[in-house]
């Protein structure tokens, strides 16, 4: 009887199916490794750290309220050193000057000029990420290149890019050091490029792969791969010593299945205390724990996977360097190490306990640096430099912001005194301690007459600015009452405006058809009808007021759209116009929500003085000018290897070219046509499109003007005006200038 040979057990299997398709595995390593090279470009990483911290907390919601409510604008401390005060006078008269620079304090007290260096406290248009911002200062280095400068700023500051680059030098060490020990510690030198091999694919496999976890934090992004070699190159060496075992007395095929299946299970059930401690980190109340176990998690499966996987057939393909590069182990022994172990086994662990013991004392009083550019190293950065600078010779300022409940502005007068008095504030400013003007503070409750008085209005005006836009509780205390909280307000104001307005509609709820609100249709205001882009174009201004207790219930959308389609459809006007004070969100929210887009803004008085405008415009669509472009001259555009992004004069996006699709792809791409180019702005950069556009308009010989230079693609960046046969202005694009060398070979005759 044929003796049968034993049957191999189901890790066996596994193994062979693994060593005999290494080809194939190599196929789709290939394949794997490509796309995650491409797709390290997909992944998007969140440089705040804030944005990880739980929803509870004081902080989150501190931050959240700010965001919604406020702008933080950019800010940078400008330190100038080894001059007189008088040109320091000088130079802040020429930052005042810079576009995009609000304002720039600076006087002849210490916080400002010491020791023959000035410190200028400059406050941006925009935030810290805003085009105007970060080239305005572009333009404060340009015009003190000349100085002893130092910009401590977190203005285009990349936080994640400092990092990364940090990272890279490390990983650049880890990897000498490590691929030094492996030579060192290795049984043949061939081996060393095995385990290097397997480890970068699975790093790169990583990397690749985050983009499916949405959005990483930056410090993820940086330090899981350094944080990956040392949690799993130890897997890829158990294999491989594995595989050196076995190949003492089987040939290399059987040696490597042998050595798989081996180690299969036990680098599987290694890895599993190290996911258990990384999977504890996704519990941890701060979110950044959860983001940092997900990358390592997917980190450790993927030096498995490439163990398991891919280096067995790089073990085949290698077996015969790594027969014929053996050397003996170039670690000296230690044994005298053991034998010391062994006589002080008595007195090492008390000695040990009491280290142990000193540390964690020591550990407590350890100092914690919270932000990058506080942090000493061998080789700072220029951001790290300039604020140890500006510390060493003017301290540091730390500013808390307080958010209060509004409404209660007598108990704001109290808290800000109350600040003033600890010693460790040195100034307090909110809007119950700031002066307006003739002896008025901005929280200064005024009555229409003292309203009229003050700004020199008609009594009559001042309570028609209170009836339209004391429309919450905030502006009612600015004016001195409360309007439309009960029906009696409603229909007394409602009756005194159908009489000034030629169209005014109340607004009913229907349930029980209870007056809510009044909605007005009236002629444009002068200065917008003023407006080069309105000129041949019929509008109505449209304003509204709702009570407090029925804002937030869709009445006034319903009844603002109900009007629109009317003016619309029924009497074919080219657009509707409506605005808000600038503080007023959710007015302004509701009118962005129903379509409107920005127009301009506008300067009203007030009894605190002069405050700013929102206004929104809404166009017919189908009055919408330039829907169609010639054939010949779309040719032409679509040819064109740099963006053009065309909008009317609704600042509506009408045509993109194939290069501005492409260059605008994680922005939407294609989908942006249709939509307004103002809505991918900041309010500052929208004035200024505006701005624009109205020199346009102002002169058919105003065609083209230079807007900026934007340093990382390393183009200028003009506004071009599109006008049509008689020369009118229908619209504008940008034109971007690349200063980059011709790189194409030129064409031989």
Request: aromatic share 10%; hydrophobic share 40%.
């Amino acid at each position: 009887m044929e003796e049968q040979k034993p049957k191999g057990s189901g890790m066996e299997k596994i193994a062979t199916f693994i060593v005999d398709k290494r080809n194939l595995f190599f196929l789709l390593y290939a394949f794997a490794l490509i796309f995650s090279i491409v797709a390290t470009g997909w992944v998007k990483v969140e440089n705040d750290i804030t944005t990880y911290l739980p929803e509870d907390t004081e902080t989150r919601q501190g931050l959240t309220v700010m965001n919604d409510n406020f702008v933080t604008y950019g800010t940078a401390r400008v330190m100038v050193s080894n001059v007189t005060y008088e040109t320091a006078e000088n130079i802040c008269s020429d930052l005042e000057s810079i576009d995009g620079v609000t304002s720039v304090d600076f006087d002849d007290t210490a916080d400002h000029y010491k020791s023959a260096s000035a410190l200028f406290s400059v406050t941006f248009d925009g935030t810290t990420t805003d085009d105007i911002s970060v080239h305005a200062l572009h333009t404060i280095r340009d015009m003190l290149a000349g100085y002893d400068t130092y910009i401590d700023t977190e203005v285009g500051v990349d936080t994640s890019a400092d990092l990364q680059s940090e990272m890279s030098v490390i990983l650049v060490l880890a990897a000498i050091v490590i691929v030094l020990v492996l030579t060192l510690t290795s049984r043949s030198y061939a081996e060393v490029p095995v385990l290097i091999m397997t480890f970068g694919a699975a790093a790169l496999l990583n990397m690749g792969t985050n983009f499916l976890c949405g959005t990483i934090s930056f410090i993820s992004n940086s330090v899981t791969v350094i944080l990956q070699l040392a949690l799993a190159i130890d897997y890829a060496i158990i294999l491989c010593h594995r595989f050196s075992d076995e190949h003492e007395t089987k040939d290399t095929r059987e040696a490597c299945i042998a050595a798989l299946s081996k180690a299969i299970p036990e680098i599987s059930s290694s890895s599993l205390t190290t996911i258990s401690g990384l999977g504890a980190l996704a519990f941890m109340h701060f979110g950044i724990g959860r983001d940092m176990a997900t990358v390592l998690i997917k980190a450790i499966l993927f030096s498995l996977l490439s163990v398991f996987t891919l280096m067995p057939g790089l073990l085949m393909l290698f077996s015969k360097k790594i027969d014929a590069t053996r050397h003996k182990n170039l670690i000296p022994k230690i044994t005298f190490l053991g034998k010391f172990d062994v006589a002080t086994r008595f007195i090492v662990p008390p000695i040990f306990a009491v280290v142990v013991v000193v540390t964690a004392v020591l550990a407590n009083k350890c100092p914690y640096c919270y932000s990058y550019t506080d942090l000493v190293t061998a080789k700072q950065s220029e951001s790290q430099i300039a604020h140890q600078k500006i510390k060493n010779t003017f301290g540091v300022n730390n500013m808390v912001a307080v958010i209060v409940p509004t409404g209660d502005y007598d108990s704001e007068r109290q808290l800000l005194k109350d600040l003033d008095s600890c010693a460790e504030v040195k100034s307090t400013q909110g809007l119950a301690n700031i002066d307006a003007m003739d002896g008025y503070k901005l929280a200064d409750a005024l009555t229409p007459r003292q309203m009229s008085e003050l700004a020199g209005l008609d009594y009559e005006v001042a309570e028609a600015l209170y009836a339209a836009y004391a429309v919450d509780d905030e502006m009612s205390r600015m004016m001195g009452r409360a309007f439309l909280h009960t029906e009696t307000d409603i229909r007394q104001n409602f009756d005194w405006l159908k009489d000034k307005e030629p169209r005014c509609y109340g607004i009913v709820e229907k349930a029980n058809e209870q007056l809510i609100g009044n909605l007005n249709i009236g002629a444009l205001p002068a200065p917008l009808a003023a407006l080069p882009q309105l000129q041949g174009k019929r509008g109505q201004t449209l304003s509204f007021c709702i009570r407090r207790e029925s804002q937030r219930k869709g009445y006034a959308a319903e009844a603002i759209r109900a009007v629109i389609a009317e003016l619309f459809d029924d009497e074919h006007f080219d657009f509707v116009q409506c605005g808000c004070y600038s503080f007023n969100t959710p007015s302004r929210m509701l009118q962005e929500r129903l379509g409107f887009q920005f127009l301009a803004n506008l300067c009203v008085p007030t009894p605190q003085g002069e405050a700013q405008t929102i206004e929104h415009i809404l166009w017919n669509p189908r009055r919408t000018p330039m829907s169609d472009l010639n054939a010949y001259f779309k040719s032409v555009i679509d040819q064109d290897t740099a963006s053009v992004v065309l909008c009317d004069l609704n600042h509506t996006i009408v045509y993109m070219n194939p290069a501005a699709i492409r260059n605008y792809a994680k922005h939407g791409g294609a989908a942006l046509i249709g939509r307004s180019l103002l809505h991918c702005h900041n309010a500052s950069s929208n004035s200024r499109i505006q701005e624009v556009v109205n020199w346009f308009a102002a002169s058919p010989e105003h065609n083209i003007i230079y807007t900026y230079h934007n340093e990382k693609q390393n183009k200028d960046v003009y506004m071009v005006a599109l006008r049509d046969a008689d020369g009118t202005l229908i619209g504008y694009y940008e034109k971007h200038e690349f200063r980059s060398p011709e790189t194409m070979e030129q064409y031989a005759f």
